[in-house]
């Protein structure tokens, strides 16, 4: 069990270290031409992958429409957003925003697959939430300090959390590894297009030929992206969502650490207290701390 617990560790750093990655990239090349290359890159190595686990096969008529209904959200809604929001907001308050994605995903399963929720997870969303509230009201504006970026995030995470909800009512027959490779592939065309509709210059690419932004490039496609989603899976199916989900604290705090040591943000105490609430938020709302007391109690197998 220490080698997943080892690899989910490896994945929330490599996915924490992606945010300044992110950042870096859309400071150099216009953010929904760049995703474009990164998750068609991101999306290749995945299928490569998926070849060599054996799992590789064409989608049959009728997966089609599901997986470019999945995409939509998955691929292109989110990683436009959140590679347009970054061009406006701190690697920080990115980074924090981020971290709700367990419990967003909750709230949508609450929502839309009608799933109870206790009071013990109400108060884990009210923590969460109030969290990142602290964390972009930070400054001197108040509530107008809330940058578009961060609503843009905020809207990345959204979509993100919804697109889980979601891949979780696929069949069984369609492995979730293999859609994520497709879904890329095939979004990244989506999001291509959508920059050729804004005006992106597509010659700006070739900054990633310059050996640090395309190491940077490389790191952020083929190892946050596609390694730490496929071994993320691997984990749930693992060691089960619930203590996969207590990992995400991790990505949190070294998105903010990487913040600060490669971008020089700031890190102020609002920033700090936001992050702890947000960690108790998705402690107690996923449904971790329920998991690890019933398990401790022996009712869980």
């Not at 560790?9 to 270290?17: A, H, Q, T």
């Not at 995903?105 to 009210?126: A, E, H, P, W, Y």
């Amino acid at each position: 069990m220490w080698k997943i617990y080892s690899l989910l560790f490896l994945v929330m750093l490599m996915w924490g270290m992606n945010v300044s990655a992110l950042k870096v990239l859309v400071d150099a090349v216009d953010p929904l031409l760049l995703n474009s290359f990164r998750v068609f890159t991101a999306g290749v190595a995945v299928l490569i992958i998926c070849i060599v686990l054996g799992i590789f096969r064409l989608p049959r008529k009728s997966e089609w429409a599901v997986m470019a209904y999945i995409g939509a959200f998955n691929v292109v809604l989110h990683h436009a957003f959140i590679a347009t929001g970054l061009e406006g907001t701190s690697g920080v308050n990115a980074s924090l925003i981020l971290g709700l994605v367990p419990l967003v995903t909750v709230l949508m399963s609450v929502i839309f697959l009608k799933q109870k929720v206790n009071k013990l997870r109400m108060t884990g969303f009210l923590l969460g939430f109030s969290g990142v509230a602290l964390t972009t009201l930070t400054g001197d504006g108040g509530l107008g300090s809330i940058s578009y970026g961060d609503v843009l995030v905020f809207l990345g995470v959204v979509v993100q959390g919804f697109s889980f909800v979601l891949i979780s009512k696929l069949k069984a027959e369609f492995d979730p590894r293999l859609i994520t490779g497709y879904m890329m592939v095939f979004g990244s065309f989506f999001i291509f297009a959508l920059s050729q509709l804004l005006g992106a210059n597509v010659s700006e690419i070739t900054s990633v030929f310059d050996w640090h932004i395309g190491g940077v490039f490389l790191f952020s496609a083929i190892c946050a992206t596609a390694f730490g989603h496929m071994t993320y899976n691997l984990a749930i199916k693992k060691v089960g969502p619930a203590e996969s989900a207590i990992f995400t604290n991790l990505n949190v705090l070294f998105a903010m650490i990487g913040s600060a040591f490669f971008l020089g943000d700031v890190i102020m105490v609002e920033h700090v207290v936001g992050f702890v609430l947000i960690l108790i938020g998705i402690f107690f709302g996923t449904g971790a701390l329920e998991y690890l007391l019933k398990r401790r109690r022996g009712k869980v197998v």
